[in-house]
């Protein structure tokens, strides 16, 4: 959602920091810059003038003028000031109330609340340990009350049985009443919403508000609304009272305005957005790491704590004790697929790490697809256990047939079995006591990203995803110090090039 974004003050920001010294002009013309770039991305004009006016009284002040390097400075104080607009430090969903602590999602229809609803209601069971019942309060869409049901049973979460002719406020009512008879810790309530604010959807909430007490109102709100999304927002908080927002579809093609827009015009935090359709497609929002996405600093924090949450610490142990022996079979080589498409494939992964946003266009095209892991994972399951333990006795035959089975070609294949030798003969040097994760570092500049192109990187080392699913921290520094990736202490990118199955660079 903030690619464009990013893109835009990336490039901005690549002129100021190219110059030694920065004059008052200069950096007028840069806060210009950035205002359009603001604008374009659906950010209110309100937002736009506050957030420039900020940056430039900071930016032309001493702290800048005595800094050693000028335009870094001004960077951060982008940073900083846009970590502000965002709300500072991130927040989380208040269960601190008696329980059953009531959950009341407001929104326009589309919006998502439903879907949210469960996601909420299944992160708060995984993750929190807690007792969910939700409930639909939607009378007026059809099917809705039948859709929240359906979701439920897909989360594992029980829902409210639907009492046909029953009105919103009732439901709740009902609700509040089998929650605490059924000992839950939470009872969420899915409110009608319709596809443009008006006064009978307003006094609605206003009256089921009044009758169940919520602890937490959220809203949920389109990340694709574009500079309407203040007017909801601001509709919604005036009338019924909002603790909190959660942003849909930030993964979809908006351009970001909404998140920055919403946060600064009510106050309230944005506790969580939906990346995604599945029920686990659900993260924290968090100011600082937001802010670093949006300014190609990355989110290293980010990507570890999704590699620790997906990855299997029992499974690694044993990949781990396999490839210490020297043991890379194609199953092996099937299972790291499935991780890094278990941790957002190899855009999610890209979109993720510092500075790689500057060579969106070098990776593009590079023909980085993550529909090649689907190819790969295809191509292996048509195989025989016979021919996944020894790769070696692939004939021309049996391509053929794994071809026709897969729906691939054979010259797929070639290459997912060229990857696979070169990755195995990596394993091999490795359990001869090379060391490991350091060595995939030095030799790729980047862990864990089969697939590019046909051919394909080293995969991320099972160990280390060990110590991270056990809560440790990884090897290079940080608590997300990942070695080998630019701007975090290892070898630098070597400008996409030179990679295993990449091409070279140009000379």
């Not at 208040?94 to 609803?117: C, R, Y």
């Not at 969580?272 to 290293?300: Q, T």
């Amino acid at each position: 959602m903030f690619d464009t974004l990013s893109e835009r003050l990336g490039s901005i920001f690549d002129k100021l920091t190219k110059r030694g010294a920065l004059s008052e002009s200069d950096v007028n013309e840069a806060m210009r810059e950035v205002r359009r770039a603001l604008i374009e991305a659906d950010v209110a004009l309100d937002v736009v003038r506050s957030f420039t006016d900020k940056v430039r009284s900071r930016a032309i002040g001493q702290e800048v003028i005595r800094s050693v390097t000028p335009g870094q400075m001004v960077v951060k104080i982008v940073n900083d000031q846009m970590v502000e607009m965002l709300g500072s430090d991130a927040e989380t969903i208040d269960l601190n109330a008696a329980a059953p602590v009531p959950i009341m999602l407001v929104g326009l229809q589309g919006s998502g609340k439903t879907t949210t609803t469960a996601k909420i209601a299944r992160r708060l069971t995984d993750r929190e340990k807690r007792k969910v019942l939700i409930a639909s309060l939607d009378t007026r869409r059809p099917a809705a009350q039948e859709q929240l049901k359906i979701l439920g049973e897909q989360a594992g979460i029980d829902t409210l049985p639907i009492v046909a002719g029953q009105m919103p406020v009732d439901i709740g009512k009902r609700a509040l009443s089998a929650a605490r008879l059924g000992g839950y810790d939470v009872v969420m309530l899915d409110t009608a919403g319709r596809t443009h604010i008006d006064e009978s959807l307003m006094a609605e909430m206003a009256e089921i508000r009044r009758t169940t007490n919520p602890h937490e109102i959220l809203l949920v709100a389109d990340a694709l609304t574009g500079q309407d999304a203040v007017n909801v927002a601001k509709s919604f908080n005036d009338r019924v009272g909002i603790t909190g927002i959660v942003l849909t579809r930030v993964d979809g093609d908006g351009r970001g305005g909404a998140a920055l827009s919403m946060r600064a015009v009510t106050e309230k935090p944005i506790k969580l957005i939906g990346v995604g359709e599945r029920l686990d497609a659900l993260e924290e929002f968090d100011p600082k790491r937001i802010a670093g996405r949006i300014l190609g600093m990355g989110d290293v924090v980010g990507l570890v704590e999704k590699a620790a949450a997906n990855i299997d610490a029992e499974q690694a142990a044993k990949a781990a004790e396999r490839m210490r022996k020297g043991q890379f079979d194609l199953d092996d080589l099937a299972e790291q697929l499935g991780q890094m498409a278990k941790i957002g494939g190899m855009s999610g992964v890209m979109g993720m790490l510092p500075g790689v946003g500057k060579m969106k266009k070098q990776i593009d095209a590079m023909g980085v697809d993550d529909s090649v892991f689907k190819r790969q994972t295809a191509i292996i399951s048509s195989m025989t256990k016979q021919e996944r333990k020894k790769p070696d006795i692939l004939k021309a035959s049996r391509k053929r047939r794994i071809a026709a089975g897969s729906g691939t070609r054979v010259e797929e294949i070639n290459k997912l079995l060229k990857m696979h030798r070169q990755m195995a003969d990596m394993m091999k040097q490795m359990g001869k006591g090379k060391g490991m994760f350091g060595r995939m570092a030095g030799m790729a500049g980047m862990g864990g990203m089969p697939g590019a192109g046909g051919g394909g990187m080293p995969p991320m080392d099972p160990a280390t995803l060990e110590r991270l699913t056990k809560g440790g921290g990884l090897p290079g520094g940080l608590p997300g110090g990942l070695p080998g990736l630019p701007g975090i202490g290892g070898p630098k990118l070597p400008v996409l090039g030179g990679l295993p199955g990449l091409p070279g660079k140009k000379k």
